[in-house]
């Protein structure tokens, strides 16, 4: 398996590491969106959703939360912060091993979702949430 994320955690390939701690660490995107933004992965490997360890994922989110205050109250004095994660090709991910990008924004930066909501009916709505519901594990 060829796994860019999993030789950063390893220490085998470069990264500009903001947090590390046992479980997950955070480092500065290659491809930045905005100044700032990064990936919090983490250090067990995960291609999908499907593949995380729950304690994994809080783990991810947990990190992800506290930097995204960083962001917002710290030096760089983000004025918003995106959280995104994208699980298989169809969602965009193109490295698998799951990672959470942080995105710090600031107002006109020019990076925003470009896609065009939906208003379904209630009963639409009502529908989905039920196949949704029945297939819950």
């Not at 969106?33 to 995960?46: E, I």
Request: charged residues 20%; glycine residues 10%; aromatic residues 6%.
């Amino acid at each position: 398996m060829n796994c860019t994320f999993c030789e950063i955690v390893a220490g085998r390939a470069e990264a500009s590491v903001v947090y590390d701690n046992d479980e997950v660490m955070a480092f500065m995107d290659i491809r930045p969106w905005t100044p700032g933004h990064l990936l919090v992965v983490p250090k067990r490997h995960a291609t999908g959703l499907s593949d995380l360890d729950p304690a994994d994922g809080a783990a991810v989110f947990t990190a992800g939360q506290r930097i995204a205050t960083t962001l917002r109250h710290g030096s760089l004095r983000a004025h918003g912060v995106n959280l995104f994660l994208a699980d298989g090709i169809a969602a965009g991910q193109e490295v698998f091993h799951v990672h959470l990008h942080v995105v710090p924004r600031t107002n006109g930066d020019g990076f925003g979702l470009r896609g065009m909501p939906t208003s379904p009916s209630r009963m639409a709505l009502e529908q989905t949430a039920g196949v949704i519901r029945s297939s819950l594990t």
